[in-house]
């Protein structure tokens, strides 16, 4: 079974500091895909990244990046220089391809609070 | 363009009672799915789409959940005898088959 956890519930920086999101995975596929999804207070979940399995290559995209590790099943997500709009529950997320189609399974969620 | 559009926003029943909540994919998406996000939980996969047919419904709690999608666009939730259990936000996303879903706003269930 596919399983994602995001062990930190919650995280508070002050403005400008930077952050790291942790996300460690589980599956038995060979070919999968992990995501990253911010879920602001209005609710709507936001696209931001999508990895596939045979891409360990690090990504950045402005203060974003992200790290991907295969050997330790790890999708870890960091923010440079946080701001205050930037607060919101980020969730990690793992596909899983099953008689078509991609169904997401998601971590608990990270709650994100950037002060000033 | 726009995005995938939910409605209602909110709805508000009480036990036993029939609900749908509507889903208005992105234009051109075939992939349709429905999630269910309890408070201070991930979204939970409930039922998939591709064109009209139902390709996985293996996330459905109990017969009670049923999902259509008969032209291969909109798409309905339909909840029968409605239990308060069942309150959460319900989100449906659509892709085009490249592995990334786009979500809508969600309708936030409320049973009372």
């Known amino acids: 079974a596919q399983k994602v956890t995001q062990a930190q519930t919650e995280i508070s920086v002050v403005e400008k500091e930077d952050v790291t999101l942790d996300c460690v995975y589980e599956t038995r596929d060979t070919t999968y895909y992990l995501f990253w999804y911010k879920q602001p207070p209005s609710g709507e979940l936001v696209f931001l990244i999508r990895r596939n399995s045979f891409d360990e290559q690090n990504e950045i995209s402005g203060r974003y990046s992200w790290n991907f590790q295969k050997s330790t099943s790890s999708f870890n997500f960091t923010i440079t220089a946080s701001q205050v709009v930037d607060s919101a529950v980020y969730f990690c997320?793992?596909?899983?391809?099953?008689?078509?189609?991609?169904?997401?399974?998601f971590g608990t969620g990270t709650q994100l609070k950037v002060e000033l | 363009g726009a995005g995938v559009s939910q409605t209602p926003s909110n709805k508000v029943t009480e036990k036993g009672k029939y609900v749908e909540l509507r889903c208005d994919p992105i234009?051109?998406?075939?992939?349709l799915y429905w999630y269910r996000q309890s408070l201070g939980q991930g979204p939970e996969f409930l039922i998939y789409?591709?064109?009209?047919?139902?390709?996985?419904d293996s996330g459905l709690p109990n017969d009670r959940f049923f999902a259509v999608r008969p032209e291969g666009s909109v798409s309905t939730l339909k909840i029968q005898r409605t239990e308060r259990g069942d309150s959460a936000v319900y989100l449906c996303a659509s892709s085009t088959g490249d592995e990334t879903q786009y979500f809508g706003p969600g309708t936030r269930l409320l049973v009372l």
């Open positions: 234009s051109g998406h075939t992939a």
């Open positions: 997320a793992l596909s899983e391809a099953r008689r078509g189609g991609n169904k997401l399974t």
């Open positions: 789409f591709q064109g009209t047919g139902a390709a996985d």
